[in-house]
């Protein structure tokens, strides 16, 4: 079920309450609790993930065309979404969320999680608190994600087919250029804003890309020199065949589920959505309970293996609706109809 608004309005006043109105201490004391041990779980799973899916391609070498090819396309796709999963773990360590010592958030995660997809938690942060305290509101550096939505279907289509054809994976390496190189602002969304020039140089502009990019070429160097030891040192390219293919789907996707087409409202039950993930879903644009983003939003110092109870108390309580799936969300987003 699509959200109703009648029953967003009758509820509107009685969901902008304080998290105390709806969770007692205790059990807020209890959501919040953070841990080392599912943390080092979720990243350990999630390059696990990544390694079967580089030895099923290896494997997949040496067989038919027949069999070679449904395997590798299932590989690729179970790679970009395990980007995608490197992607949220960076973004719950962003929140401080993922582990409970604060080296392992703002350290381990950004070289192990960050840095390998070519990103940069301390600036990833700054973006998506602002994002989270201006949810929906002219100000959300995010809104340029989702403010085209809804479109029509064949619109969707479109961006659809730029993503999974690499143009949109171009246009990514290209912006993440000009931001290392501070020539636009650093971002995550659509919108790109130009930097003032000032005293800047080429050199001194080359020196701000070195130093900005050298962590991804290192982290990015060594996945290539641990898939070359291993004998198979072309299995790299698959790595950049998903980040430039569907990994641009899949973030696209994730992000017009989560609020695409929601309330203007500065009401995180209201401008946010939570969305149904089933297997498929959770290995492609669902990793890491991503999908509970009301949950999220609501109360951000939630880690991720706690989010699925949050939402059964919250629906035990009729704080939210039961969520829709990700293709009755695709219908929302592309139910404008061309004139």
């Known amino acids: 079920m699509l959200q109703d608004s ?23 004391r209890m959501l919040t609790e953070r841990s080392d041990a599912m ?11 990544i390694a079967l899916a580089f030895a099923a391609m290896a494997w997949a070498g040496a067989q038919p065309l027949i069999v070679a090819i449904p395997v ?29 010592r604060r080296w392992l958030n703002e350290v381990f995660v950004d070289w192990v999680c960050a840095r390998p997809i070519w990103n940069d938690l301390k600036k990833y942060r700054a973006h998506h608190l602002l994002h989270h305290s201006r949810t929906g509101q002219a100000e959300d550096p995010d809104l340029s994600l989702v403010a085209p939505f809804p479109t029509t279907r064949a619109s969707l289509v479109r961006k659809l087919l ?38 800047q140089t080429l050199i001194s ?7 900005n990019v050298t962590p991804t070429v290192l982290t990015n160097a060594v996945l290539f020199g641990l898939l070359w030891a291993l004998g198979h040192p ?47 879903a959770r290995a492609t644009v ?21 989010l699925p109870l949050m939402h059964r108390m919250l629906r035990e309580r009729n704080a939210t609706s039961a969520p829709p799936g990700y293709l009755e969300v695709l219908r929302l987003v592309s139910s404008h109809h061309a004139a």
Request: glycine fraction near 6%; charge should be positive.
């Open 162 to 199: 730029r993503d999974v054809s690499g143009l949109t994976g171009i246009k990514f390496f290209v912006g993440r250029f000009l931001m290392d190189a501070g020539y636009i602002k650093w971002t995550v969304a659509n919108e790109q804003l130009r930097l003032p020039a000032d005293d």
């Open 72 to 100: 590798f396309l299932i590989a690729i796709a179970l790679l970009a979404g395990r980007q995608l999963a490197l992607a949220i773990l960076m973004h719950d360590a962003s929140h401080g969320t993922l582990f409970k």
């Open 39 to 49: 943390g080092f779980a979720a990243v350990g799973f999630t390059w696990g993930v």
């Open 286 to 306: 669902a990793p890491i309970n991503v999908n509970y983003h009301i949950e999220h939003h609501v109360m951000a110092s939630v880690p991720y293996f706690r």
């Open 234 to 280: 072309w299995l790299y390219l698959a790595w950049i065949l998903a980040y430039m293919t569907p990994f641009s789907a899949f973030v696209r996707i994730r992000s017009m589920a989560e609020h695409a087409c929601t309330d203007t409202a500065a009401d995180n039950f209201l401008n946010t959505r939570t969305t149904h993930a089933g297997l498929i």
């Open 6 to 28: 009648a029953v967003s309005q009758e509820r509107s006043s009685s969901i902008r309450r304080k998290v105390t109105d709806i969770f007692s201490r205790d059990e807020i």
């Open 205 to 211: 502009r080359s020196r701000m890309f070195l130093r």
